[in-house]
């Protein structure tokens, strides 16, 4: 499952860190999806039963996780300052949302959860293990320049989306399960990225995709630092029952 690439610079082999681009004797292979994700989703011998991608085969019912060298040291020190809170803020959700009042995140976690769900699809985009799954390239600029920088990504700019689907009623479906980031067509020709973990989907929005006002509210607001979660909709429901349909068929 691991892979490294290095090139030699006066005999020593060197890797390019795929964040910040310096060159460094040694690699860290991040999570591409968060540790203390793949251990929600484990059995008890500790093998990933509940985690599947999209498109793509990969022996995955075994005890190892979808990491992948790519960060340098400084880098994957960048990427555990949010992670987290946002892992935590994001994994509670589906136990405290209130069909009443919904589920509203935090002035405090809106930064750290944005940046946790941008560099998960930043890490699937650039990574070589999820080749089925690739950003168009001025995405995958702005994401490394802004996690780089350690900024969050200001709306409408990659517009994240975060649903409930506990009005999900598939068989064996339940917030322990994984699914990789995958691309899917919205509307016309624009696409939107996905993911879904701890019962939520995760939606980034292509440019082109939000109404003019872009709903504060719905989406995560990185400038007003405010987001909620609503129950997924008719649209977000079919999405899910239609990339489960293409797995179930995928694994016969
Ligand atoms: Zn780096």
């Not at 690699?27 to 203390?36: F, V």
Request: aromatic content about 10%; overall charge positive; glycine content about 4%.
């Amino acid at each position: 499952m691991k892979m490294e690439f290095g090139f030699y610079i006066n005999g020593a082999v060197m890797h390019e860190c795929k964040l910040c681009l310096s060159s460094v004797q040694k690699l860290k292979d991040p999570h591409i999806i968060p540790r203390s994700t793949h251990k929600f989703v484990k059995d008890q011998s500790g093998r990933n039963i509940r985690f599947v991608l999209p498109d793509i085969k990969l022996q995955l019912d075994n005890q190892s996780d979808l990491k992948e060298y790519m960060l340098c040291e400084a880098c994957e020190l960048k990427f555990s300052k949010f992670e987290n809170i946002g892992i935590t803020s994001l994994k509670k959700v589906w136990n405290n949302y209130s069909v009443k009042k919904g589920y509203a995140f935090s002035s405090n976690e809106v930064i750290d959860i944005s940046c946790l769900i941008h560099s998960i699809f930043w890490r699937a985009s650039v990574s070589q293990l999820l080749s089925n799954f690739k950003l168009p390239i001025e995405q995958e600029n702005l994401l490394q320049t802004s996690l780089n920088n350690g900024d969050a990504i200001q709306l409408p700019n990659l517009a994240i989306k975060i649903s409930l689907l506990s009005n999900l009623k598939l068989d064996g479906y339940n917030n322990q399960l994984i699914i990789s980031p995958w691309r899917e067509k919205y509307v016309a020709n624009i696409y939107a990225s996905y993911f879904s973990f701890y019962g939520l989907l995760i939606t980034m929005f292509d440019p082109g995709c939000l109404s003019p006002n872009h709903e504060v509210g719905v989406y995560l607001d990185t400038t007003q630092q405010s987001g909620k979660v609503n129950l997924a909709d008719n649209y977000e429901i079919e999405i899910m029952a239609g990339i489960l349909a293409r797995m179930k068929k995928q694994a016969q």
